[in-house]
């Protein structure tokens, strides 16, 4: 323990005393180009027209150098190998579209990004304790994850400017907007049909209650017995409407629907002031 603290203490003297190492002439880590997202950017069309084909020939030569730099992914995990979707041309077809800009902007990049090292791996293999060997590591480390999120976040922010671009993109979405417009158009002929079956209904339901009212009415006068009814005035013309239904026998009682109108003539009281009205009339 004690030695581990000493190599710390000397660790942290000798960062604290070593002058900044000059800048390389070549990245330590890796001799291949940066292909930053702003260099790219600068070389992609500024539009997208069907009748000039260089211009979608370029966005795929771009993303082809973007996958060339790609290092190859392990067996393992196939699946973070670079995306091999094409950006195609004007009349792809959307479902090859989707694919390309679905698979580039999920995609997370393999690179290491060495090239942004500031202590070459010579710089850090004479460095005269384990201390100052890690932490020359962890700067480089660090350089290199803020470089990743910048890369690809300059890659998202092209897939997206390129999106707002793509003549296709905006043709599918004027299909989309015309599909939805059918659809909403179905949907309002369905419920107006709808509506007008519940109308003819209704006036069925009418016609048929004005016709048994009728035909009680003709029976009662035939008779001469009052018998518990609801006049055709007063019954309901329509399901939605409050109707009102009478007992004459009862008194005049007022019911709001049929279902109770029927439940009290089911009645003990009822049936008992209908055989008394039946008495009195005999």
């Known amino acids: 323990h ?37 260099s790219l950017a600068s070389r992609l069309p500024a539009e997208l027209k069907e009748e000039n ?12 150098e973007l996958r060339a730099l790609e290092p190859q992914a392990s067996p393992a995990t ?13 009349c792809s077809p959307w479902e090859e579209v989707n694919e390309f800009y679905s698979s580039w902007s999920g995609w997370v990049t393999l690179r290491r990004f060495e090239e942004v090292d500031v202590h070459s791996p010579g710089t850090i293999a004479a460095a005269p304790n384990r201390a100052l060997r890690r932490s020359m590591e962890q700067e480089n480390e660090k350089l290199r994850r803020v470089r990743r999120k910048e890369f690809l976040t300059e890659v998202r922010e092209i897939l997206k400017n390129l999106r707002e671009r793509d003549p296709r993109v905006a043709a599918h979405e004027v299909r989309c907007a015309e599909k939805e417009a059918e659809r909403e158009a179905r949907r309002l002929a369905a419920e107006e049909e709808r509506q007008e079956r519940r109308r003819e209904q209704r006036r069925e339901a009418r016609e048929r209650e004005q016709e048994r009212w009728a035909a009680e009415e003709a029976a009662e006068v035939s008779s001469g017995v009052p018998s518990c009814r609801a006049t055709p005035e007063s019954a309901p013309v329509s399901p939605l409407l409050a109707g009102i239904w009478s007992c004459a026998l009862c008194g005049e009682k007022v019911f709001q629907s049929k279902q109770a109108f029927d439940a009290h003539i089911a009645t003990k009281k009822h049936r008992r002031n209908a055989r008394s009205a039946s008495d009195v009339s005999g």
Do not use: H
């Open 2 to 38: 004690r030695r581990a603290a000493f190599d710390r203490v000397l660790g942290s003297k000798a960062i604290a005393a070593q002058p900044p190492p000059p800048p390389p002439d070549t990245p330590p880590g890796s001799d291949a180009p940066d292909i930053s997202g702003r």
């Open 53 to 64: 084909p260089g211009t979608w020939i370029v966005v795929d030569e771009v993303f082809d």
């Open 78 to 90: 196939p699946n973070l190998q670079a995306p091999a979707s094409r950006f195609g041309g004007p």
